[in-house]
């Protein structure tokens, strides 16, 4: 028991790395994938069918493909070609990219559930295209989907582990480094899942405050 416990506190500094490393990964990539799926959302409506088509065979394919061969795309393939990133940067960037094509479905489902007659009185008032979208549909859109988007945040959070097979050090790649080098694999592991248990029940807790006061938020502003 003693040596159990040692082994957890040998990994803690470990874990505190890869902590690091997975909430900046599943930060940035949240708010890739939350500005990236709006804009998605808004080309998908664009009035020319030769912007619609392409955007929607492009999602389409994004969201069909496997996070983990996206990964292996840009880490590895990419460089080939010129293109090149560090691990991080490259987690990063697969994340918000493939979130964003579900995020983009939110985003539909909340500008298709604004009632009809929000567009017909910005018509009536001859607002430009641009205010009526800013001021008038995205509020009222963002109302409705910000819990969902939050789910979609914590089911990024258990996919960062998935880093891990590009060479990025996330809690589960440190926990296999400290494995390796001490040959300890039931202490780190088991630390691993109770920290995303963990993680995943505080993101709830953040997320549902945050969403709480966006709403509020929106209210004032479009309550008169």
């Given at each position: 028991?003693?040596?159990?416990?040692?082994?957890?506190?040998?990994?803690?500094?470990?874990?505190?790395?890869?902590?690091?490393?997975?909430?900046?990964?599943?930060?940035?990539?949240?708010?890739?994938?939350?500005?990236l799926g709006?804009?998605?959302?808004?080309?998908?409506?664009?009035?020319?069918?030769?912007?619609?088509?392409?955007?929607?065979?492009?999602?389409?394919?994004?969201?069909?493909?496997?996070?983990?061969?996206?990964?292996?795309?840009?880490?590895?393939?990419?460089?080939?070609?010129?293109?090149?990133?560090?691990a991080l940067?490259?987690?990063?960037?697969?994340?918000?990219?493939?979130?964003?094509?579900?995020?983009?479905?939110?985003?539909?489902?909340?500008?298709?559930?604004?009632?009809?007659?929000?567009?017909?009185?910005?018509?009536?008032?001859?607002?430009?295209?641009?205010?009526?979208?800013?001021?008038?549909?995205?509020?009222?859109?963002?109302?409705?989907?910000?819990?969902?988007?939050?789910?979609?945040?914590?089911?990024?959070?258990?996919?960062?582990?998935?880093?891990?097979?590009?060479?990025?050090?996330?809690?589960?790649?440190?926990?296999?480094?400290?494995?390796?080098e001490t040959?300890?694999?039931?202490?780190?592991?088991?630390?691993?899942?109770?920290?995303?248990?963990?993680?995943?029940?505080?993101?709830?807790?953040?997320?549902?405050?945050?969403?709480?006061?966006?709403?509020?938020?929106?209210?004032?502003?479009?309550?008169?």
């Amino acid at each position: 028991m003693n040596r159990e416990w040692s082994a957890v506190a040998d990994f803690v500094p470990h874990l505190r790395d890869g902590l690091l490393v997975t909430l900046q990964a599943l930060a940035l990539g949240s708010l890739i994938s939350f500005a990236l799926g709006l804009v998605w959302a808004l080309l998908t409506r664009a009035p020319s069918r030769w912007v619609r088509r392409p955007v929607g065979a492009v999602t389409e394919f994004v969201r069909d493909t496997p996070l983990l061969v996206q990964l292996f795309f840009l880490f590895y393939v990419l460089p080939e070609w010129g293109v090149t990133a560090s691990a991080l940067t490259t987690g990063v960037l697969a994340l918000g990219l493939h979130y964003s094509t579900y995020t983009m479905q939110v985003y539909r489902a909340g500008i298709e559930a604004v009632p009809a007659g929000r567009w017909e009185a910005a018509t009536a008032l001859n607002l430009p295209l641009r205010r009526t979208w800013t001021v008038v549909i995205l509020p009222q859109a963002v109302r409705r989907v910000v819990p969902a988007l939050g789910n979609y945040v914590i089911a990024m959070l258990k996919d960062t582990p998935m880093l891990m097979t590009i060479t990025v050090l996330e809690m589960l790649g440190e926990a296999r480094l400290f494995s390796q080098e001490t040959y300890r694999f039931t202490e780190p592991v088991t630390v691993i899942g109770v920290a995303f248990v963990v993680l995943s029940c505080v993101a709830f807790v953040v997320l549902s405050c945050l969403a709480s006061l966006v709403l509020r938020t929106l209210e004032r502003r479009l309550v008169p």
